[in-house]
């Protein structure tokens, strides 16, 4: 975003807020300005994927909230605007919320969120030759804005509206394969997702819900073309004595959803202990997409043994999801503190699509010697998918038992899945479609226990299940967590442990697979003066996950294997007092595992009100990855920010 | 175990039923007054708020020595429709912190006033006006229920709430949820590949709710009742034509790590092929998808990439190998 741009669109909001608020009676305002530099050294696409912070203005932080609760200003009595990193961040939000009591309610949201990603090694065949980064590359910015009105708030009906926009957009990069070799393509991508709801919240004595009836559009646009230069393909060399490249390739899709759904809940205070909650969701998406693609060039096809010069392909296909999820809640109160907890919830959704796919090989030829396919499979598809979970739960909530709290849980869960596939997805008959059932019994407990300032706690969670759907489906699965904590009254001193493990497994013939990971963490803040504060953390993890695989190449049988072995050491200090405030932080972060790493964290922010009400604050945040197996990713990049301060 | 449960759901209600025949013994008396509710029109506020012009005249203003706390309170929600002329009322104090009459009358002597703390002062306070339940949230017997350990007041501060966080939360969020949940967040802040919370746009209520139920219900929804990835992520709701199993069958946390992962995209696994290898495997041939790919040499790098040539890999409506 240019300067020009940024002082027009965003400098207008905090002028706004104050002309909004002009007649209020209080104005907590607190605005940082500034700007920051980036200085950046090793892979850019690595930083940009994981940071992507970068040099521009900037509102850091901008909250300004009024009242006004006697009436001066008619419109509202009640104002508050958040701002979050607006202008060069990568992740921006604005926030504002109006009221007036017993009028109305309004709340907006807008957020905007960078998606980049340019990695060296992901999905990228041509790494071992070292051509970074790879060829799927995004730069898309995601915006999404929100809007809700309340009226009358607080009434017996109160009605309500809503808007929802989320639009992405960006260039990107992608691969295509076709003709025996994947081609590099250029891409451009808008997508656009909006949400109107209307509803009421009601309450009628000791009864009270909500109705929200909604319709979702979603309009998604893919315009693609062979990238410049990216005629020969991946691939070098000729399949079967025949060059495969490509001349053109160029592609657009277009996508239509159009969703109505229904969300309703309500909760009925049967008598002073005894409370029902019912929920019923329902939605029924309705996709439509059309692709128009033509591509010239030398392909060959062993799907339909034939070599040709070119392809022009239409298709349309449509898909449709109906789901529908109700269910009924109880609480029943034995004593004040003491609930009897029971509920059964049901799940059905309905998937199925069907596309009519017209594809002209132009000027092929047939393979010497091959039969020729039926492609009538790959013209038209019909899919469908069937899955149905239900859920019976009881349990007790025992959660303020003198100094100790408790909380079990057993729960029945039930997945029905039938699977229809066309068949032109099967590539060996088997295991692609059918029916499957899986039952999962659960047990959750968790307790803790607090006095004077210790707290102990510990979870166990238990889940054991008749059949895997997947492969990768437990059969057994145990959670424990143990947390326990100290503080001293004043906070001088605070203290934390926390330990986590989950073990998970299935011992079928042919699977064999075993998950356990492992998490320690550990923190510790003294604050020997009100001023001077010191934190320091540990944590430790440990993944490993082992199941059996056959390699495709040979089909030989063996070990898919994923270790991480990382540890965490985090340290810092803060020191306030007057005019002046810094906080600083290192952190290292160590990872032996599967893919290894480092990566060092420095932060410095300092601030000085040099008046009453105005102030500088600079801040110093560097980020130092390397991958300890190449270097194609490291990065080390510093930021440096100067911000004013305001607080009228 | 369905039979179980479907006991222990009548003994729930038989339980419940002696309950129900009698009512609900009497709790102490809160020492705060009747609680001053934004829900209640001023016509008809509680008798503490109404009881504001028979306040006895000899009383000075709570303001007159808590100005501070007086003057930040005038923004506060709690104070909706409560201020007069500019101050702050006794009755507005005292609907929280109880008769200020022995206080105020003993020269501002601490013993004599309630400061609402804890689980005392979360229950005698906050969900006199606050106990909501819904089928996804529930203040009184949600995850964090109020309980000795985490109450309203671990986490809400009325007067010295964080400046740059909305619904009078003590501290920035992170910084409160790192309080107990150490290992998500330390995977949030020292993982490359994790969803930005804390620096602007997300924060962990973007996808949990605080005073959601246990378990699956503990996520916030989106309007239609779907995980919150979908919320921003909406090009994966579908429904495509060719859909990939492990998203309609399961869900994103079948191949993906919500909070942070040392590997890109936030995958479960480092290399691609692993991660599809591991369903996509023709060992025993019981499980969905397990039907063996075709002749893929795995020992070379674009092998080794699935989504090299698998481009659409959450669904497609071209392609049944989701190839476009």
């Given at each position: 975003?240019?300067?020009?741009?940024?002082?027009?669109?965003?400098?207008?909001?905090?002028?706004?807020?104050?002309?909004?608020?002009?007649?209020?009676?209080?104005?907590?305002?607190?605005?940082?300005?500034?700007?920051?530099?980036?200085?950046?050294?090793?892979?850019?696409?690595?930083?940009?994927?994981?940071?992507?912070?970068?040099?521009?203005?900037?509102?850091?932080?901008?909250?300004?909230?009024?009242?006004?609760?006697?009436?001066?200003?008619?419109?509202?009595?009640?104002?508050?605007?958040?701002?979050?990193?607006?202008?060069?961040?990568?992740?921006?939000?604005?926030?504002?919320?109006?009221?007036?009591?017993?009028?109305?309610?309004?709340?907006?949201?807008?957020?905007?969120?960078?998606?980049?990603?340019?990695?060296?090694?992901?999905?990228?065949?041509?790494?071992?030759?070292?051509?970074?980064?790879?060829?799927?590359?995004?730069?898309?910015?995601?915006?999404?804005?929100?809007?809700?009105?309340?009226?009358?708030?607080?009434?017996?009906?109160?009605?309500?509206?809503?808007?929802?926009?989320?639009?992405?957009?960006?260039?990107?990069?992608?691969?295509?394969?076709?003709?025996?070799?994947?081609?590099?393509?250029?891409?451009?991508?808008?997508?656009?997702?909006?949400?109107?709801?209307?509803?009421?919240?009601?309450?009628?004595?000791?009864?009270?819900?909500?109705?929200?009836?909604?319709?979702?559009?979603?309009?998604?646009?893919?315009?693609?073309?062979?990238?410049?230069?990216?005629?020969?393909?991946?691939?070098?060399?000729?399949?079967?004595?025949?060059?495969?490249?490509?001349?053109?390739?160029?592609?657009?899709?277009?996508?239509?959803?159009?969703?109505?759904?229904?969300?309703?809940?309500?909760?009925?205070?049967?008598?002073?202990?005894?409370?029902?909650?019912?929920?019923?969701?329902?939605?029924?998406?309705?996709?439509?997409?059309?692709?128009?693609?033509?591509?010239?060039?030398?392909?060959?096809?062993?799907?339909?043994?034939?070599?040709?010069?070119?392809?022009?392909?239409?298709?349309?296909?449509?898909?449709?999801?109906?789901?529908?999820?109700?269910?009924?809640?109880?609480?029943?109160?034995?004593?004040?503190?003491?609930?009897?907890?029971?509920?059964?919830?049901?799940?059905?959704?309905?998937?199925?699509?069907?596309?009519?796919?017209?594809?002209?090989?132009?000027?092929?030829?047939?393979?010497?010697?091959?039969?020729?396919?039926?492609?009538?499979?790959?013209?038209?598809?019909?899919?469908?998918?069937?899955?149905?979970?239900?859920?019976?739960?009881?349990?007790?909530?025992?959660?303020?038992?003198?100094?100790?709290?408790?909380?079990?849980?057993?729960?029945?869960?039930?997945?029905?899945?039938?699977?229809?596939?066309?068949?032109?997805?099967?590539?060996?008959?088997?295991?692609?479609?059918?029916?499957?059932?899986?039952?999962?019994?659960?047990?959750?407990?968790?307790?803790?226990?607090?006095?004077?300032?210790?707290?102990?706690?510990?979870?166990?969670?238990?889940?054991?299940?008749?059949?895997?759907?997947?492969r990768t489906?437990?059969?057994?699965?145990?959670?424990?967590?143990?947390?326990?904590?100290?503080?001293?009254?004043?906070?001088?001193?605070?203290?934390?442990?926390?330990?986590?493990?989950?073990?998970?497994?299935?011992?079928?013939?042919g699977i064999g697979y075993?998950?356990?990971?492992?998490?320690?963490?550990?923190?510790?803040?003294?604050?020997?003066?009100?001023?001077?504060?010191?934190?320091?953390?540990?944590?430790?993890?440990?993944?490993?996950?082992n199941i059996s695989i056959r390699f495709p190449?040979?089909?030989t049988i063996g070990q898919s294997v994923?270790?991480?072995?990382?540890?965490?050491?985090?340290?810092?200090?803060?020191?306030?007092?007057?005019?002046?405030?810094?906080?600083?932080?290192?952190?290292?972060?160590?990872?032996?595992?599967?893919?290894?790493?480092?990566?060092?964290?420095?932060?410095?922010?300092?601030?000085?009100?040099?008046?009453?009400?105005?102030?500088?604050?600079?801040?110093?945040?560097?980020?130092?990855?390397?991958?300890?197996?190449?270097?194609?990713?490291?990065?080390?990049?510093?930021?440096?920010?100067?911000?004013?301060?305001?607080?009228? | 175990?369905?039979?179980?449960?479907?006991?222990?759901?009548?003994?729930?209600?038989?339980?419940?039923?002696?309950?129900?025949?009698?009512?609900?013994?009497?709790?102490?008396?809160?020492?705060?007054?009747?609680?001053?509710?934004?829900?209640?029109?001023?016509?008809?506020?509680?008798?503490?708020?109404?009881?504001?012009?028979?306040?006895?005249?000899?009383?000075?203003?709570?303001?007159?020595?808590?100005?501070?706390?007086?003057?930040?309170?005038?923004?506060?929600?709690?104070?909706?429709?409560?201020?007069?002329?500019?101050?702050?009322?006794?009755?507005?104090?005292?609907?929280?912190?109880?008769?200020?009459?022995?206080?105020?009358?003993?020269?501002?002597?601490?013993?004599?006033?309630?400061?609402?703390?804890?689980?005392?002062?979360?229950?005698?306070?906050?969900?006199?006006?606050?106990?909501?339940?819904?089928?996804?949230?529930?203040?009184?017997?949600?995850?964090?229920?109020?309980?000795?350990?985490?109450?309203?007041?671990?986490?809400?501060?009325?007067?010295?709430?964080?400046?740059?966080?909305?619904?009078?939360?003590?501290?920035?969020?992170?910084?409160?949820?790192?309080?107990?949940?150490?290992?998500?967040?330390?995977?949030?802040?020292?993982?490359?590949?994790?969803?930005?919370?804390?620096?602007?746009?997300?924060?962990?209520?973007?996808?949990?709710?605080?005073?959601?139920?246990?378990?699956?219900?503990?996520?916030?929804?989106?309007?239609?009742?779907?995980?919150?990835?979908?919320?921003?992520?909406?090009?994966?709701?579908?429904?495509?034509?060719?859909?990939?199993?492990?998203?309609?069958?399961?869900?994103?946390?079948?191949?993906?790590?919500?909070?942070?992962?040392?590997?890109?995209?936030?995958?479960?696994?480092?290399?691609?092929s692993q991660l599809c290898l591991e369903c996509h495997s023709p060992i025993?041939?019981?499980?969905?998808?397990s039907?063996p790919?075709?002749?893929?040499?795995l020992?070379?790098?674009?092998?080794?990439?699935?989504?090299?040539?698998?481009?659409?890999?959450?669904?497609?409506?071209?392609?049944?190998?989701?190839?476009?």
């Amino acid at each position: 975003m240019n300067m020009k741009r940024f002082v027009a669109n965003w400098l207008s909001l905090p002028i706004l807020a104050i002309a909004f608020a002009a007649n209020a009676q209080v104005v907590p305002f607190d605005l940082e300005i500034g700007y920051r530099w980036l200085d950046l050294k090793g892979d850019t696409g690595m930083y940009r994927t994981q940071i992507n912070e970068r040099d521009g203005l900037l509102i850091h932080n901008f909250t300004l909230a009024t009242s006004d609760f006697e009436g001066h200003n008619s419109l509202t009595d009640r104002f508050r605007i958040d701002v979050s990193d607006l202008g060069s961040g990568p992740a921006q939000s604005v926030r504002m919320e109006a009221s007036r009591a017993n009028a109305y309610k309004l709340r907006l949201g807008y957020r905007s969120t960078d998606a980049f990603s340019a990695l060296p090694a992901f999905a990228n065949p041509l790494f071992d030759q070292g051509i970074v980064p790879g060829q799927h590359t995004e730069d898309r910015r995601r915006r999404m804005f929100d809007v809700d009105l309340e009226l009358l708030p607080d009434r017996a009906i109160a009605p309500f509206i809503g808007f929802t926009s989320n639009d992405n957009r960006g260039p990107g990069q992608t691969t295509y394969h076709l003709g025996q070799d994947e081609f590099l393509l250029s891409q451009d991508l808008h997508e656009r997702d909006r949400e109107i709801r209307a509803g009421a919240s009601f309450h009628f004595a000791s009864i009270s819900g909500q109705l929200t009836q909604g319709w979702r559009s979603f309009r998604g646009t893919e315009s693609l073309s062979l990238a410049s230069g990216a005629g020969n393909g991946n691939e070098p060399g000729n399949v079967l004595g025949q060059p495969v490249t490509a001349t053109s390739i160029t592609r657009t899709d277009q996508t239509h959803v159009d969703t109505p759904f229904t969300n309703f809940f309500v909760t009925g205070q049967m008598t002073d202990r005894v409370r029902l909650i019912g929920n019923y969701v329902r939605f029924s998406a309705d996709s439509s997409g059309s692709e128009a693609e033509s591509s010239a060039g030398s392909f060959t096809s062993f799907a339909i043994s034939r070599f040709f010069t070119g392809l022009t392909e239409s298709a349309t296909s449509s898909a449709k999801n109906k789901t529908w999820r109700g269910g009924l809640r109880t609480e029943v109160n034995l004593t004040p503190h003491i609930d009897l907890l029971a509920g059964y919830q049901r799940e059905k959704r309905e998937l199925d699509g069907s596309a009519l796919i017209n594809d002209v090989f132009l000027q092929s030829i047939l393979f010497s010697g091959f039969d020729r396919k039926d492609i009538a499979t790959v013209l038209q598809a019909t899919n469908g998918i069937d899955r149905t979970d239900e859920v019976l739960s009881a349990g007790i909530s025992a959660h303020a038992v003198g100094p100790f709290s408790f909380r079990g849980e057993v729960r029945e869960s039930q997945q029905d899945v039938t699977v229809s596939p066309d068949l032109s997805e099967i590539v060996v008959p088997g295991s692609q479609s059918g029916t499957f059932d899986r039952r999962i019994h659960t047990v959750d407990l968790n307790g803790a226990y607090t006095h004077s300032g210790f707290m102990l706690g510990a979870a166990v969670k238990h889940d054991s299940a008749d059949a895997p759907i997947f492969r990768t489906d437990y059969r057994g699965r145990n959670r424990y967590r143990v947390r326990a904590g100290w503080m001293t009254p004043k906070k001088l001193f605070r203290a934390g442990v926390t330990a986590e493990r989950t073990n998970q497994s299935n011992d079928d013939p042919g699977i064999g697979y075993d998950s356990k990971l492992r998490q320690y963490s550990g923190e510790i803040e003294v604050s020997p003066i009100e001023a001077l504060h010191f934190r320091g953390s540990l944590s430790q993890f440990r993944a490993d996950s082992n199941i059996s695989i056959r390699f495709p190449q040979n089909f030989t049988i063996g070990q898919s294997v994923q270790t991480e072995d990382g540890n965490a050491r985090e340290g810092g200090v803060s020191y306030l007092k007057g005019p002046f405030s810094i906080d600083a932080s290192l952190s290292r972060f160590h990872n032996r595992g599967t893919l290894p790493f480092n990566i060092d964290r420095h932060k410095v922010r300092a601030t000085w009100d040099f008046k009453n009400k105005t102030g500088l604050a600079a801040e110093l945040d560097r980020d130092k990855y390397d991958e300890t197996s190449g270097f194609f990713s490291d990065f080390n990049a510093t930021r440096y920010g100067l911000y004013f301060r305001w607080r009228p | 175990m369905r039979s179980h449960l479907i006991g222990a759901l009548a003994l729930a209600v038989l339980l419940g039923l002696p309950a129900l025949a009698q009512e609900k013994p009497p709790e102490k008396p809160p020492e705060p007054a009747a609680p001053v509710t934004q829900t209640t029109p001023p016509a008809t506020a509680p008798a503490a708020a109404s009881a504001t012009p028979a306040e006895p005249a000899a009383l000075p203003a709570c303001s007159d020595c808590h100005a501070d706390q007086a003057k930040a309170f005038a923004a506060n929600a709690h104070a909706h429709g409560q201020i007069k002329k500019g101050e702050v009322p006794n009755a507005l104090c005292e609907s929280c912190h109880g008769d200020g009459k022995a206080h105020i009358e003993g020269g501002g002597d601490k013993e004599k006033i309630f400061k609402p703390a804890g689980l005392l002062g979360s229950n005698k306070t906050c969900m006199s006006c606050h106990d909501i339940s819904n089928d996804r949230i529930s203040r009184h017997a949600g995850m964090h229920a109020n309980s000795a350990v985490v109450n309203c007041l671990t986490c809400h501060s009325i007067h010295s709430s964080e400046a740059h966080a909305p619904h009078l939360l003590a501290k920035k969020q992170l910084t409160l949820c790192d309080s107990c949940h150490m290992t998500q967040v330390s995977s949030f802040r020292n993982k490359p590949y994790a969803h930005r919370i804390g620096r602007g746009g997300m924060e962990c209520s973007s996808c949990h709710e605080p005073h959601g139920r246990p378990g699956a219900a503990s996520l916030r929804t989106t309007s239609a009742g779907e995980l919150p990835c979908l919320g921003c992520h909406a090009d994966k709701r579908g429904p495509f034509v060719f859909q990939h199993g492990a998203i309609a069958v399961g869900d994103c946390m079948t191949c993906h790590e919500p909070h942070g992962s040392s590997n890109p995209k936030r995958l479960k696994r480092s290399t691609v092929s692993q991660l599809c290898l591991e369903c996509h495997s023709p060992i025993s041939g019981t499980t969905l998808g397990s039907q063996p790919p075709s002749f893929h040499n795995l020992t070379l790098a674009r092998y080794q990439n699935c989504t090299t040539c698998h481009v659409a890999i959450h669904g497609s409506n071209r392609d049944p190998q989701l190839l476009k």
